[in-house]
């Protein structure tokens, strides 16, 4: 398929821009730097060749996260204190879930923010990690994900000739014990799913969870950006979710047998890195202004 005309990526790379630069005016974030960021993500997205709308791109934009990170990798002190204040603890907590050692997952999280900063383990300058995120996924989810293929990395390379025991690379982030066999490929079977099931949705519907639980918006503000009323938006909702929930369960069941208990097992665990929580129980919830 033909590349997309050059109108139609400036068009796309405007409103990205706009939100990128929005959530980093604090650090002065450089247009040349958000434009480079954003070709590498357009790219590594490849949806307007597939004929995907340019609104699907931007609803699944971490904007947010992808102005901390280049304003990270262009050196702003200020954007640094933020990233560690914020990452730090979620970076080192999950490298002791994975390890389930303190000192493995002390060394595992420090080669990670070596390679954050761009430096191997030597001290020498190289590329920083952070050029490989784009916004595509939320910081957190990321980065648990390098982690989690950082840490499997070091078990093969440790046991060359040796077969890989799943669950030495699986990943224990509740009270689950012992770690659930094949935890990773779980969690990417579930993420496959749930990308499927959005992408499935009408546009209305994506824009309405992208507002609620992306944007944080309230349920009056989206009222009024949509043109809805508040009791319609929240009803839409709720409808949108359970919609969500019963389309992954049964690509779960039915395309990768999975049981009751490893589709619940994939719910839990999703809880904190998935863009909206899918639980029956959120139905109820009012908005806590978190997202993930």
């Known amino acids: 398929m033909a590349p997309a005309p050059s109108s139609e990526l400036?068009?796309?790379?405007a409103l990205a821009a706009a939100r990128i630069v929005r959530f980093g005016a604090q650090w002065e974030i450089?247009?040349?730097?958000?434009?480079?960021?954003?070709?590498?993500?357009?790219?590594s997205w490849g949806g307007l060749a597939r004929g995907e709308s340019a609104e699907y791109y931007l609803e699944s934009l971490r904007a947010e996260d992808l102005a901390l990170a280049i304003a990270c990798r262009?050196?702003?002190?200020?954007?640094?204190?933020?990233?560690v204040e914020?990452?730090?603890?979620?970076?080192?907590?999950?490298?002791?879930?994975?390890?389930?050692?303190e000192i493995a997952a002390r060394e595992l999280a420090d080669s990670m923010w070596a390679e954050l900063y761009g430096v191997d383990a030597?001290?020498?300058?190289?590329?920083s990690l952070l050029d490989y995120f784009h916004g595509r996924s939320s910081m957190a989810t990321w980065l648990r994900a390098i982690l989690a293929q950082r840490h499997v990395d070091s078990i093969r390379g440790a046991r060359r000739f040796e077969p890989l025991d799943d669950q030495d690379a699986g990943v224990s982030s509740g009270p689950?014990?012992?770690?659930?066999?094949?935890?990773?490929?779980?969690?990417?079977?579930f993420a496959t799913a749930l990308v499927a099931a959005i992408a499935a949705l009408k546009?209305?519907?994506?824009?309405?969870?992208?507002?609620y639980y992306r944007e944080e918006l309230t349920l009056r503000e989206i009222a009024r950006a949509i043109g809805e009323h508040e009791s319609t938006v929240s009803r839409n909702l709720e409808?949108?979710?359970?919609?969500?929930?019963?389309?992954?369960?049964?690509?779960?069941?039915?395309?990768h047998r999975m049981s009751t208990e490893q589709v619940q097992f994939c719910f839990e665990h999703a809880a904190s890195d998935a863009p909206f929580r899918l639980g029956d129980e959120v139905a109820a919830q009012k908005k806590e202004g978190t997202s993930f």
């Open 239 to 255: 409808r949108t979710r359970r919609e969500l929930r019963k389309s992954v369960e049964r690509e779960l069941r039915r395309t």
């Open 10 to 13: 400036e068009h796309l790379y």
């Open 74 to 83: 262009v050196g702003v002190a200020a954007a640094w204190e933020t990233f």
């Open 176 to 189: 689950i014990e012992p770690a659930e066999p094949g935890h990773l490929r779980m969690m990417q079977l």
């Open 86 to 101: 914020k990452y730090r603890p979620i970076l080192y907590a999950s490298a002791r879930a994975i390890c389930r050692e």
């Open 203 to 211: 546009s209305k519907d994506r824009i309405r969870l992208a507002y």
């Open 30 to 43: 450089p247009d040349a730097a958000v434009r480079e960021t954003f070709a590498r993500s357009v790219a």
């Open 122 to 127: 030597k001290g020498v300058q190289r590329r």
